[in-house]
C-alpha cells in the first residue's frame, strides 16, 4: 500500500490481506474515481520470479491516471512496491504451464465529499493470488452484443477503470444463461464494428492474415494484443490493425474463410474461439477448431513469459533478489 497525501506519494509497505477503512463518504464509492491493471509474476527454474512488460502495465496504469484525473505513479515506486512483493511470495507463485501469481495493482480517490470535484488524498495498492492457466480450450462461445454497448466514444472504455466492468456485467449474465461464456463487444457509433470481448482483445484470422480491430478511445489497448501484434509479425504472419464489420466476418466465418478467432489478455494469454452467437441462439461455428496459429502463438509466448524462448523485445523481466 502506498498513499498520495499532501501532494507526494509515501513510502510503500508491505501487509498481510487485510480489510481496510474508508469513509462512507470517499469520493470513490460515489464517483468510481478507480483504476486498476491487471499482471503476471512467473517463477522458472531458477527460483527468481519473473514479470511480462511491467512497465506497459505502469504505461497504461498512468495513462488512465491521467483520464480519470488522477496522480501518476513514478516508476520507482511502482516497480519498487511490484518487485518487493513479488520477492516476497516468491514461494508460492505456481509452476505449471500457464500458471501464475496474479497481480490487481488498484488506485482509489479517498477523499471525503460529495462535490464533483478532483480528491487530493488517494491509495495505491497491489493485491496478488496464484492463478490457474484459465485456458478454455476450443469451447469458448461468444455472444454478439447487439444492444448494449461497452464503451462510448470519447468515454472511459480505453483505460481500465471500474465503471467499464460493472456496466458490462448484465450482458455477461445474459451471456451465460444462454451458454455462452463470453460477450463480443460491438461499436456504440454504428453497432457494426468488433471491438472487443469484455476482458480480452480479438484477432481473427483470414486467408492466413491476422486482423484485430485497429485501437480507438472504446477499445482497451491489451498488452497481449500488442504481444500478439509483435510476435505474429516477427514470425512472418502479415498482421492488420483495421475496422472489422461484423456481418462480413459471420459471412467469413460461414464460408470458412475466417479459419480461426481467438481472444488474448492477460489472464487466459491467448484462448481460441470456437462460435460467435446470436441472441436466438444462431450460431456461426469456427469450421476447424484446431486453431493452428493461436495455439502457434500461446506456446510462443508463454515460453517467452516463462524465460525458455528467445525474447528478442525483452518482455520478461526477471525479479532480482534483495
Ligand atoms: N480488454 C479489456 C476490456 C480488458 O479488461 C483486458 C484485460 N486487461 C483486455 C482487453 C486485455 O488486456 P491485457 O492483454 O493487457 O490483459
Redesign the pocket.
Known amino acids: 500500500t502506498c498513499d498520495f497525501t499532501s501532494g507526494a506519494w509515501q513510502e510503500a509497505r508491505i501487509a498481510p490481506f487485510q480489510a481496510f477503512s474508508i469513509l462512507p463518504s470517499a469520493k470513490i464509492l460515489h464517483y468510481g474515481q478507480q483504476i486498476f491493471e ?1 499482471m503476471k509474476a512467473y517463477r522458472y527454474e531458477n527460483g527468481h520470479p519473473r514479470l511480462f512488460r511491467p512497465l506497459d502495465n505502469l504505461g497504461r496504469f498512468n495513462a488512465s491516471a491521467r483520464r480519470m484525473a488522477m496522480p501518476e505513479i513514478p516508476s520507482q515506486i511502482f516497480m519498487s512496491a511490484l518487485g518487493s512483493m513479488v520477492h516476497y511470495l516468491r514461494g508460492v507463485i505456481p509452476q505449471g504451464v500457464g500458471e501464475s501469481l496474479y497481480i490487481r495493482p488498484v488506485m482509489m480517490a479517498l477523499d471525503s465529499g460529495l462535490s464533483l470535484a478532483p480528491s487530493q488524498d488517494y491509495r495505491f495498492y497491489l493485491i496478488a493470488s496464484p492463478s490457474g492457466s484459465y485456458f478454455a480450450g476450443g469451447d469458448v462461445h461468444a455472444l454478439i452484443e447487439r444492444s448494449d454497448c461497452r464503451a462510448a466514444p470519447g468515454g472511459t472504455g480505453s483505460v ?1 477503470t471500474a465503471g ?1 466492468y460493472g456496466g458490462s456485467i448484465k450482458s455477461a449474465i445474459h451471456a451465460r444463461s444462454m451458454g455462452y461464456q463470453q460477450t463480443l463487444w460491438l461499436d456504440a457509433r454504428h453497432q457494426k464494428f468488433v471491438e ?1 470481448f ?4 480479438m484477432f481473427a484470422v483470414r486467408d492466413g492474415i491476422l486482423y484485430t480491430p485497429e485501437l480507438n478511445s472504446t477499445i ?1 489497448p ?4 500488442d504481444s500478439v501484434i509483435k510476435l505474429a509479425r516477427s514470425l512472418g504472419y502479415d498482421v492488420r490493425e483495421e475496422a472489422i464489420d461484423i456481418d462480413e466476418l459471420v459471412s467469413d466465418i460461414k464460408s470458412g474463410i475466417c479459419s480461426e478467432l481467438f481472444a ?3 489472464a487466459a494469454i491467448i484462448t481460441p474461439v470456437a462460435a460467435l452467437g446470436e441472441y436466438d441462439g444462431t450460431l456461426y461455428t469456427l469450421q476447424n477448431t484446431a486453431s493452428p496459429v493461436a495455439m502457434t502463438l500461446r506456446t510462443r509466448l508463454l515460453e517467452i513469459q516463462i524465460g525458455l524462448a528467445d525474447d528478442p523485445f525483452h518482455w520478461s523481466q526477471v525479479v532480482a533478489p534483495k
Open positions: 491487471g481500465k467499464n472487443e469484455s476482458g480480452m482483445n482497451l491489451g498488452i497481449t494484443r488474448c489478455g492477460t
